[in-house]
C-alpha cells in the first residue's frame, strides 16, 4: 500500500521560509520520479517542482529560483524547501509520485499525500 505523508506546513509572513516533507512508503523510492504540487482557493492543482530518480529537477516559473526540491533516498523522503515566500504562494502542497516522460515532462502518477497548508500572510 503507497502512503505518502506531508508536513511543515504553517504560517508564515511574506519573505519568510518553510520547509516541506514528504514521507514516502510502499513503493520503491529510489526508482521514482516525486512532486510536489499546490491547490490555491477556487483554483486548480498545479505543478509546482518535480525531482527525477537522478535527481534531475522543473520548477513552476513562478517558484523558480525561490523554491528547491531535493530527496532522500535513504530516508525516503522528498523536501521543498520554500524560500521569499509570498501571499499568493497561499494554497494546500501536495506530494505526488509520477514520473517523467521521453520529453522531460512530469506526468502524475495516481497516489497523493492528504496535503499540508502553507499560509503567507502577515
Known amino acids: 500500500q503507497v502512503q505518502l505523508v506531508e508536513s511543515g506546513g504553517g504560517l508564515v509572513q511574506p519573505g519568510g521560509s518553510l520547509r516541506l516533507s514528504c514521507a514516502a512508503s510502499?513503493?520503491?523510492?529510489?526508482?521514482?520520479?516525486m512532486a510536489w504540487y499546490r491547490q490555491a482557493p477556487e483554483k486548480g492543482r498545479e505543478l509546482v517542482a518535480a525531482?527525477?530518480?537522478?535527481?534531475?529537477?522543473t520548477y513552476a516559473d513562478s517558484v523558480q529560483g525561490r523554491f528547491t526540491i531535493s530527496r532522500d533516498n535513504a530516508k525516503n523522503t522528498v523536501h521543498l524547501q520554500m524560500n521569499s515566500l509570498k501571499p499568493e504562494d497561499t494554497a494546500v502542497y501536495y506530494c505526488?509520485?509520477?514520473?517523467?516522460?521521453?520529453?522531460?515532462?512530469?506526468?502524475?502518477?495516481?497516489?497523493w499525500g492528504q496535503g499540508t497548508q502553507v499560509t503567507v500572510s502577515s
Open positions: 510502499g513503493i520503491i523510492f529510489r526508482f521514482t520520479a
Open positions: 505526488n509520485t509520477g514520473y517523467f516522460d521521453s520529453s522531460r515532462i512530469y506526468n502524475s502518477g495516481i497516489y
Open positions: 525531482i527525477s530518480r537522478g535527481a534531475t529537477t
